[in-house]
């Protein structure tokens, strides 16, 4: 079994070493049964990271070649959201990750994707980078807690956990969580004494339940109430929106198509891949706008037009 981590400029280190490090144990303790290599779009090279510590991709990623494919994050520094009108920081992690989507990186991640037998796997923004270049829309994932309201906005279900096994997509949390990454695909691939080796190894136990959308689905939380419109008055949210969704870590611009029927709302993307647009720093509270007038929204905040 040949395991790939993927390089490219702006990376995380810990992103890259911490799951490296467990899966290479792994292939050790089970007399190399598992392989690891770090690969970039490009080829052998050496690849900088975010902070001024740059490794060696020693091949060219393949989707047709590996079984397991791990996506970092970035590190960079994070948008101020007072300089949300400056020039973006070319260092700022959403620019990182937009660059990386200008190379041939997407278009390999998503041949991996359309691969029955290939298992893609991302640790904190390689999530972002995933659902950025339209590969997680419909799927459950997770990602740095400060992104999960933008992975949402991309049309994926983020889900706020530690680990997150969607089949053939698995995706960590903050950077720290690698480690635990690394121990379930050890233990999912190669079975549970493997994995426990590896953790008495390196000292670690791994935090949190591995979510799976499996089970009974736990009680919903009662709804909030929100105040009627004025007596009289009928509002309807139908048609195609363009929204502007702004997070810490940056801004989105997806489209929307919001369906009355029956009393309630639904929305569905109105453009795929959208989410590769407008970033820039913003605030976390979000307002909601049509027609030139403001509303307070129900969960948060969304600028929007139609």
Known sequence: MLAQVVLFDGFDPLDVIAPF???????????????VELVSAEGAREVPSGNGVSLRATARLDPGRADVIVVPGAVGSVPDPDTVDDEPDPDSIPVLLG???????????GAAVAR?????????GGSLLLAMAGLTEGRAAT??????????????????????????L??????????DLGIHLLERELGPRIAHAVERLFAHERRGVVWRAEG???????????????EGRTVSVAGTWD?????????????????????????????????????SASLWKVTCSRGGRRSPGPCGSISSSR
């Open 21 to 35: 490090e467990v899966l290479y144990a792994g292939g050790a303790a089970s007399g190399g049964a598992l392989t």
């Open 99 to 109: 660059n990386a989507l200008t190379t041939e990186l997407p278009v390999l991640l």
């Open 116 to 124: 029955e037998d290939t298992l893609v796997t991302a640790v904190c």
């Open 143 to 168: 990602t740095h807690h400060l992104g999960l309201d933008l992975l949402d906005a991309t049309g994926t279900t983020a889900v706020d956990a530690r680990v997150v096994d969607d089949g053939d």
């Open 170 to 179: 698995v995706t960590a949390a903050g950077v720290t969580s690698g480690l």
């Open 216 to 230: 009974p689905s736990p009680c919903p939380d009662r709804p909030a109430h929100h105040p009627s419109p004025p």
């Open 243 to 279: 929204l502007t969704i702004s997070t810490p870590i940056g801004r989105i611009s997806p489209r929307m198509r919001l369906t009355e029927r029956g009393g309630s709302s639904a929305g569905s993307p109105g453009t795929r891949g959208r989410s590769r647009a407008s970033w």
